[in-house]
């Protein structure tokens, strides 16, 4: 059967990303209430030999972040069933072959078990997209090898965690790919003929042990892996209680793991007893983009309360009688903090690494915060920068990798059709467009919409009575947006308290601020008013209360956590839901107010107007305001510099909005092409200019810095140009042309201003993961082979750096990477 290697999945509002919303949106509302994890039953699992070499070294495969570009994915799959070998220790290009060829004598086997780190397949790792991104891959590798071969691939256990992309199909396709059948025929008729593929994984080459989504594994040589199930780096606490059983069971059966009183002495405790050879995988990095965790983090706290020391917030310092590996995905690419010889020469004890190279996108390696040097990278940062870059100033690829130009072509349309055509939202632009021709008088189609649109005895001015009610409802959302980070987490820390009284001054509290805010919304519902708002002014009113309607219903959701908690262990009162009924009924009197008192215009007219207003709403709020901030949970880059990436972002937003809207009023189809043309052409120039290999020879943080400066003035000058060249001429009439006009203007200009803005953005330390997605490179992909002895443990980092679709007749470019090993303390 002829094979077809999909490409990344498209990130940038792609098919596949929407079709997935209600998943993504489920999950992400449901959060912890959506917890697939009370069946499961977790034991520690001894990982035997597959051999009868006891004393020789353990060998096992760690890869995270699979199930995207299928090229890239089977690569990794290839060298996860396959032997490798070595010309000698040193990283580097041509080190790696798949046969003992003359010069590789060095050789490292198959692992004994695979372990995935989580995030299995993108967007969602729902069944099918485990088997079309995951398991087929996989396959096509097994199959390839046993032809090669000329004998199957032995099975071997295959273990995981599970990250947020699995968490939002609620563990449906992660347990079915992971974890044993419950029927016990199955798992018989699977031990027993071993030969078989397991009907429900339906991955050659391997076998689930595990019935949990977090693992224990009993490695030889008294290593133990611990594989955490923590997504945003919290721990439930019957994942607590097992790992501590593990190694701590009194402290669990006592009941002191979770008395409040007798925490400080438990911790110690536990620290003592921790075992001294450990390896931690967690869904996300403690350490990740050269930036130290937070002393008051959700993983730093889990760590803690499990007796591990966080070495990841003391430069890599941990105990001397203890030796821990902490390994992570969720960033695509590879990264390894500490775990290099000491001034002494001694090898060090701790090592915190990032390996998310199993096949998704490539996050950026040269974004780097800078408060902890990396000991190795891959891939290295020159060709990261160079990497991401070309591609994403790349209009075309920008267009193949999502709805992008779609969305953009959408706005345009909305917009120039705004401006020409309805009477309420052309009147904003009057200004600017005095000289514009009327419609022909031919064009009955868009003639008949203007009259459908047209209001009569309307006042074009905005009434400045109305500005008290708009004052009014944006310092009410102001106050909900900021109340819910003020309220809830302190509604939080008494949810279990035994003090009833406590408890219920915290929610009256919470409570009557916000029902205070109904006083000013009666005023306005008894003052009289001569004149109605203008049309557009009644429109923005409308969407305002909306806003605030939706924010009173996130902030019941949130209250609604909270009770749904304390009612687990604590008697719920009538007194409990009434906050409960009081945002309900100020969420309806805020949606009823909108509609029922400004809407006194045509339906037409102001659905029209609140399309145009939630579409600018979405571009200029979105791109100047929220989009730079998306980052602030790894990096805080752009947190720190919000006016630059305010403005940044704001001109972005400018570009998108304004440049399609003036080629269709002002350009002659002879002027639009041309000027398409050459604003593609130097668009793509300049992905080749700023990633030159002698401005980027010797690539550090402070010729990075450079870079970004130029590429945004280039941006400036370059949509500056642009505008200019659109504006020149005089306006021309509106008509079905100038609308297609209109529309391919939005399609094309929203994919190079796109691309340019993620360029400058991740040249500044920002947007990594929105750039990685635009990008799509499938490049510089990597798995890590492990070798335990008795005191040691060496991980070998296999590098991709051109996956192919053929291992049998094509030219791998494999290389290794990095070669890091710590050190336990002899017994």
Known sequence: MKREFKKPVSWLGGRDLLTRLKSIISSTLNGEKQDSRDWMFAETIPVTRCDSKKQEPYWFDYIADTGDGMSAVYNVAYLCMSDLWLKSEVPGKDQISLSSAEGYDLQLPRGEFLFVGGDTAYHVADVASLKERFQTPFNWAYMDISAATGKKVEQRPIFGIPANHDYYDALDGFNRQFCEPISQNLQVQVREQEDLQDPQLGLYGFKRMQRSSY???????????????????????????FFVSTFCEDRVTSGELFDEQKQADVQEALQAAIPGKLIVATPEPSTVFGKRADEDAPMTKSFERLGLEPGFLYDGKLSSNKCRLDISGDTHHYARYWGNKNESGELGNYASVVAGGGGAFLHSSHTDVGEIKKQQVYPEESDSHREATQRILNPWNILTGGYVGLIGAIVALVTYFAVTIPQSTSSLFRYFLDNLPALDADQYFLERIRQALYISDTNPYFELSYGFDLIYIILFIAFLFGWKRMSVPGLSTVKYSDSQDEWERYRTVFIVPISLWIIPLLFLVLWPRESSPASFQASWLIGVFVIAALQIIDLSRSYSDVLSDRSKIRRQTGGDSLPLWVLNVMGIACISFGFLHYGVYKASVMSFDLLAIILWSLVILGFTFFFPLLDTSKLGIAKANKSKFFAIGFWHALLQISIPVCLALYASLTEW???????????????????????????????????????LMAWVVIGLAVFFAATRGEPVPVDGWRLLMALLSGGIFSCIWLGWYFAVSLAFNCHNGEAGGGARSERYRHIIRFKL?????????????????????????????????LQAKNK
Request: with cysteine.
């Open 789 to 821: 002895t008795e005191n040691t443990l060496t991980g070998y980092v296999i590098g991709i750096d051109t996956p192919v679709t053929d291992l049998k007749t094509q030219t791998p470019k494999f290389r290794l990477v990095d070669v890091f090993t």
């Open 215 to 241: 693992v224990a594994l009993e490695l030889p040589f008294e290593w133990k892996l611990w594989g955490f199930d923590a997504q945003n780096g919290k721990m439930d606490k019957r994942q607590q209680a």
């Open 673 to 711: 092409l041309i000027i398409c043309t050459v604003t593609i052409a130097i668009t793509l120039a300049a992905g080749f200019l700023f990633t030159n290999k002698y401005l980027i020879k010797n690539f550090s943080p402070e010729v990075q810095k450079k870079i970004g400066n130029g590429m």
